[in-house]
């Protein structure tokens, strides 16, 4: 079976020098593929790229294109992971596995838990915002504002938000603590 394809624009120019200068030693459509390829390899890769581009999809496109990765993610987090312990990664913040999740709605808390990469409540499995919605009963929720977050063996809840906010303010300063 043969891989779908698609056409970009890319300037004839620049196609042509490539080709002309290497003495055709050089594919520009070879180079344009693999440069992309390894953007995507070094954008899930740790200490390398900005996983935060990928959000909730991160280990899947790491799976996909980069299993390396998902490796080195395990090394620095002390060891082999199990599926279950994979931590929930929205968009900039990393929630680690076995977390507590709570949200507020209609007068009552409603609980789950992160396993997975997702929010578990019962057997189902949740992003953030699916989640949000489910205990607002098909209504319409930032999850942002509406999820709070507590880590294992932590005793402090801390709202989505200010996790946000921390992660864009170490991004910031180009901390990564």
């Known amino acids: 079976m ?3 394809m698609i056409m970009m624009p890319f300037p004839k120019a620049l196609y042509d020098d490539v080709i002309r200068f290497s003495d055709g030693e050089a594919d520009p459509v070879w180079l344009a593929r693999s440069r992309v390829q390894q953007w995507v390899e070094d954008s899930v890769t740790p200490l390398l790229g900005e ?6 999809r991160l280990h899947e496109v790491a799976e996909k294109y980069a299993p390396h990765a998902i490796a080195q993610w395990e090394e620095i987090s002390g060891g082999p992971k199990s599926v279950q312990a994979r931590p929930l990664v929205w968009k900039e913040i990393l929630v680690p596995a076995g977390s507590d999740v ?3 709605y209609n007068r009552e808390q409603h609980y789950a838990k992160v396993a997975d990469g997702k929010i578990v409540d019962g057997d189902q499995r949740f992003t953030p915002n699916e989640w949000a919605s489910k205990v607002a009963r098909g209504t319409s929720r930032n999850a942002w504002d509406a999820v709070w977050l507590r880590e294992p063996h932590s005793s402090q809840w801390i709202s989505a938000n200010t996790l946000r906010e921390q ?10 603590a």
């Open 167 to 176: 992660a864009r303010e170490r991004h910031r300063s180009g901390s990564d």
């Open 102 to 104: 709570r949200m507020y």
């Open 2 to 4: 043969t891989e779908d």
């Open 51 to 56: 996983p935060e581009i990928w959000g909730e």
